[in-house]
């Protein structure tokens, strides 16, 4: 009767998962294709905080110039971040080239400040449009993608617009480790909600913020959240609990990114975020969790397909076993289809989850112990 009972609270549970997840791509809108009249359109700058970007800051800054945004109302600031390759040269050599490039030094981090908190505020401190972009420098935008953000969030009066980009993950490591987060991310994500301006919960997209500056400057932006390492979510949160309407939509074709490239900083990047976004307890929870997922969906079919035990139940009870699993392969199967991930790495989920338990609880330990690092800096 036990295992009966496991096997339907496994079916349950795997279905529920699988109908959140479908619920919460069908509430993420996705940016339509807009085309507005150029002279509609305000003035707008693109701030760009970059520290050890050598890799990503040309293509990034090259799809921008492409923009069809009106030139004389679009400039964009890239805000060194005390790099240590050659991010500052690079964008110096453009910003010669191309007079719309501003190159700005954050200069030392001040007491009590992040570095991606700093240099945002730095760029929009300098900034003249009215409205700012807050662009992360590993993003590759299409032509019309700042136009057809500036149009949508004109015409829904809007204060703040933040996009989801195409999430690219090209090589092993990163379509080991990456879908499950971002799995998790979604069914935590309710984009109805987050959009609802009668609902607290708010959430936004680091790399791709739109946002009045009239509103950004009158919550103190960056600066009142200076010290915040998800600084993203705490910025949405602020606005939103000013009263300023937000929204959270995907980005389509319009705008994609490859956070990560090598084992190590795919490692680091989800460490820094579990136990930031969750707190340690819930951390420590999914650890746990993803510990238990990563045995259990094929262990405890083959469980009961082993038994001897005599009995009616044992038939149904592994029926339901076998379906709770297959709910759970599917779900995880459409969202490695979302992220173009090849199907294979389904058999490689049991891996997945191992790892994703050990990177989420070296991310708790180091957070205890105050050795939290990012990009070469302690944070």
Not at 32 to 51: F, G, M, N
Not at 152 to 175: C, I, N
Not at 256 to 264: A, D, P
Not at 305 to 321: D, K, T, W
């Amino acid at each position: 009767m036990t295992y009966l009972l496991i096997s339907i609270a496994w079916a349950l549970i795997a279905g529920a998962a699988l109908a959140i997840l479908l619920q919460r791509h069908r509430a993420l809108k996705t940016l339509e294709p807009a085309y507005p009249e150029q002279e509609s359109l305000p003035s707008l700058t693109v701030i760009i905080p970059a520290r050890n970007e050598e890799g990503n800051i040309e293509s990034c800054l090259r799809s921008l110039l492409d923009q069809t945004y009106p030139r004389n109302r679009f400039t964009i600031s890239v805000v060194n971040d005390c790099s240590t390759d050659r991010t500052g040269e690079i964008v110096g050599v453009l910003a010669r080239d191309y007079e719309q490039i501003q190159l700005i030094d954050a200069g030392p981090l001040p007491e009590g400040w992040l570095g991606k908190p700093h240099a945002c505020w730095i760029g929009a401190r300098s900034a003249q449009g009215d409205w700012l972009c807050f662009l992360d420098a590993d993003t590759h935008t299409a032509p019309d993608l700042l136009k057809t953000a500036l149009a949508a969030a004109l015409a829904g009066k809007l204060d703040v617009l933040s996009l989801h980009p195409q999430q690219q993950m090209l090589g092993f490591w990163e379509r080991l480790l990456m879908p499950i987060p971002f799995m998790t991310l979604m069914l935590l994500m309710d984009a109805g909600v987050i959009n609802d301006p009668e609902r607290r919960q708010a959430m936004a997209n680091g790399q791709f913020i739109l946002v009045r500056r009239e509103a950004y400057m009158a919550v103190s932006g960056h600066e009142a959240i200076r010290a915040e390492v998800l600084e993203d979510v705490r910025l949405a949160q602020l606005l939103k609990g000013a009263g300023y309407r937000l929204q959270l939509v995907g980005g389509g074709d319009f705008i994609r990114t490859r956070m990560y490239s090598k084992l190590s900083t795919v490692w680091q990047g989800l460490a820094r975020g579990g136990s930031e976004l969750f707190g340690i307890p819930l951390t420590l929870l999914a650890v746990l969790n993803s510990t238990a997922m990563a045995v259990f969906p094929f262990l405890f079919p083959i469980w009961l397909a082993l038994r001897q035990e005599p009995g009616s139940l044992l038939l149904p009870a592994l029926l339901l076993a076998c379906l709770g699993s297959i709910l759970w392969y599917t779900a995880h199967g459409l969202e490695l289809r979302r992220h173009h991930v090849p199907l294979i790495y389904l058999a490689l989920i049991p891996l997945s989850m191992l790892l994703i338990a050990i990177v989420n609880l070296e991310g708790v330990i180091r957070r205890v112990a105050g050795r939290r690092i990012w990009k070469d800096r302690r944070i």
